[in-house]
Nanobody
Framework: QVQLIESGGGLVQAGGSLRLSCAASGRTFSSYRMGWFRQAPGKERELVAQIRWSGDSTYYLDSVKGRFTNSRDKAKNTVYLQKNSLEAGDTAGYYC??????????????WGQGTQVTGSS
């Protein structure tokens, strides 16, 4: 059974940092790209960052460029999203997803259960 399990969410002050983790299990992801999505109340889900399991071909949403860093640890089969200089607009549920190279994110193969990040002033 394939699983993506997120962790690391919580309450953080504006300007603070947080690292989200997504532990993958149940298959190899070498031909996959891994994405971090977020969804705030009343808003659509948006792709925040993505990375290929090989480590190249990264993508960042414009509003998080320079503040968020996506990385992966092959030995631990885990993807990370380091979030610095957090803003109120970063408050959302964050979800990890995995999609094969030929699959659009709308048809992603695997999703995690999500972890909540809440910014406070």
């Amino acid at each position: 059974q394939v699983q993506l399990i997120e962790s690391g969410g919580g309450l953080v002050q504006a300007g603070g940092s947080l690292r989200l983790s997504c532990a993958a299990s149940g298959r190899t992801f070498s031909s996959y790209r891994m994405g971090w999505f977020r969804q705030a109340p009343g808003k659509e889900r948006e792709l925040v960052a993505q990375i290929r399991w090989s480590g190249d071909s990264t993508y960042y949403l414009d509003s998080v460029k320079g503040r968020f860093t996506n990385s992966r640890d092959k030995a631990k089969n885990t993807v990370y999203l380091q979030k610095n200089s957090l803003e109120a607009g970063d408050t959302a549920g964050y979800y990890c997803a995995g999609a094969s190279f030929s699959t659009s994110w709308g048809r992603a193969d695997y999703w995690g259960q999500g972890t909540q990040v809440t910014g406070s002033s």
